[in-house]
């Protein structure tokens, strides 16, 4: 089992910025992609960015240029740097860890961005 724990979410002006965090902690040794995703209300999950293991990085097109994903291996950390945030960048962020098959697949428990115009 890998428990993965999210940090860092709040309330900012459009415009403004947040860092989320997310530690993974328990059984790493078969996760390989770790990333974030958004879920905002009425609507489905997503894709917000995702980071592997050799370095590989990729984000959602309406995320480039403004978030940056990075990852901590030694620490077992995964951070989202959100510059330029918007109100439709308003969700319920998760922090993921998976095989890069997609089984084992693990979820943080979310942490809530909200953006005020």
């Known amino acids: 089992q890998v428990q993965l724990v999210e940090s860092g979410g709040g309330e900012v002006q459009a415009g403004g910025s947040l860092r989320l965090s997310c530690a993974a902690s328990?059984?790493?040794?078969?996760?390989?992609?770790m990333g974030w995703y958004c879920q905002a209300p009425g609507k489905a999950r997503e894709l917000v960015a995702t980071?592997?293991?050799?370095?590989?990085?990729n984000y959602v097109h309406s995320v480039k240029g403004r978030f940056t994903i990075s990852r901590d291996s030694a620490k077992n950390m995964v951070f989202l740097e959100m510059n330029s945030l918007k109100p439709e960048d308003t969700a319920v962020y998760y922090c993921n860890a998976r095989h890069p098959l997609g089984i084992p697949n693990y979820w943080g428990q979310g942490t809530q961005v909200t953006v005020s115009s």
């Open positions: 328990g059984s790493l040794s078969s996760i390989y992609v």
């Open positions: 980071f592997t293991s050799t370095g590989y990085t």
